[in-house]
């Protein structure tokens, strides 16, 4: 078996000899038309590219729902969690990375051309672990993924909401599904390249506002932080967190579109470095302000007063949205595809009309000792996952949940909305006495 630093060179070779004609083609038009439109908001897999990739889908709606999480876990743990967390994921992102790039050594000396393929997840466990392991891949990268795509729907309905509340959220989330289905005609990650940039400036933009605001506001009249106040409460928001830094479902995609995705290793690291400080300021400063109020209000902008500055932001908001739906998506698209045979159809119009324990010889990253404490904190990590966060966390989330729909009911119209206004009857005018 190959080391990494010769599997990461085997990946260039076989670039080099199979695919040449593709490569000097796509060389020369990059050097064609460095600047042209088209190269600089369409066609990307720089390392930049996989870094604003990486950082605008991790955080999405998520940045609106953490102060509720700290509210459930108290602010320390809140913090904590959010640190540890963005370890871990940034661990398993490693992982997959070293994965990918042995499964794609193998079969390109088998001579393996992926021009018109993209690699996933489930397709590196098949060819790595064998085939029980490819349809446990998918069948979990395929749920995460679909109710990933459902919740950033619900999300869009949830924010426009505020803006616009002369339709229910149901409605809104049918017209944003509308909206989110010409997704279907971004070919690949290579061409999110505009919409990544600029997800991560949305962003950026919302949560330096959630912390701002929520600063220049103040705290609230005898305002209290009583958390975490509950177990039930505590894993919830544990999970919360746990969704925030521990999605991968669509890692594998991202380093696929990249030119050179051996490159990649630490590149989910940086950007968890940058989305913390987003997430940590944001959800601390809004803690601050408004403290368990926030267990009633899931969403950060039903806090804050209605003006210019958040209207601003809940529009560039449902703007990421449309570009998370995207990258939930994108992937499910290559699944289904490749199961009707037309993942390596050119023409993008017939695509949208369409539409793990090895390496063993692979050396351990420095700053593992030895072979056994890589083993040791793997199985840390898997045992921590399946109690805490499938475990626990499950059933924090179903406890709240049963006990949500006993409140507003299994398919509200307008979930968590405030309760109309109850209409004043005026009083009949007093008789005349004569």
Known sequence: ?????????????????????????????????????????????????????????????????????????????????????GIVGSWTAYLISVLY?????RKEKENVSFKNHVIQWFEV????????????????????????????????????????????????????????????????FHNYRIWSFLGLGMTTY??????????????????????PSKLVLYFTGATNILYTFGGHAVTVEIMHAMWKPQKFKYIYLLATLYVFTLTIPSAVAVYWAFGDMLLNHSNAFSLLPKNGFRDAAVILMLIHQFITFGFACTPLYFVWEKVIGMHDTKSICLRALARLPVNAAEKPPFFMPS????????????????????????????????????????????????PPAPKVVAAPPPHAHH
């Not at 670039?15 to 460095?34: I, L, N, Y």
């Not at 790039?101 to 050594?105: D, L």
């Open 1 to 85: 078996m190959l080391s990494q630093k010769q599997a990461e060179e085997a990946i260039v070779t076989n670039e080099t000899e199979h695919e040449v004609s593709s490569t000097r083609e796509e060389e020369k038009e990059q050097d064609q038309s460095m600047f042209s439109l088209k190269s600089i908001l369409w066609h990307g897999g720089s390392v930049w590219d996989a870094w604003f990739s990486c950082a605008s889908n991790q955080v999405a709606q998520v940045l609106l729902t953490l102060p509720y999480s700290f509210s459930q876990l108290g602010m320390l743990s809140g913090i904590i969690f959010q640190v540890f967390y």
């Open 125 to 188: 466990l098949d060819g790595l672990l064998g085939p029980y392991w490819k349809a446990l891949g998918l069948a979990f990268n395929c749920t995460f993924l679909l109710f990933g795509s459902v919740i950033q729907l619900i999300a869009c309905a949830s924010n426009i909401y505020y803006i616009n509340d002369k339709l229910d959220k149901r409605t809104w989330t049918y017209i944003f599904g509308a909206c989110c289905a010409t997704t279907v005609f971004i070919p690949s």
């Open 101 to 105: 790039i042995e499964y794609r050594t």
């Open 206 to 227: 919302t949560a330096w506002y959630l912390a701002i605001a929520a600063i220049l506001h103040g705290q609230v009249e005898n305002v209290t932080h009583t958390g």
């Open 371 to 418: 072979w056994t404490a890589m083993y040791v904190f793997n199985a840390f990590i898997v045992v921590w996952v399946f109690v805490v966060g499938f475990g626990l966390g499950g059933w924090a989330s179903m406890t709240n949940f049963i006990r949500q729909i006993d409140t507003f009911g299994l398919f509200a119209k307008c979930y968590q909305c405030p």
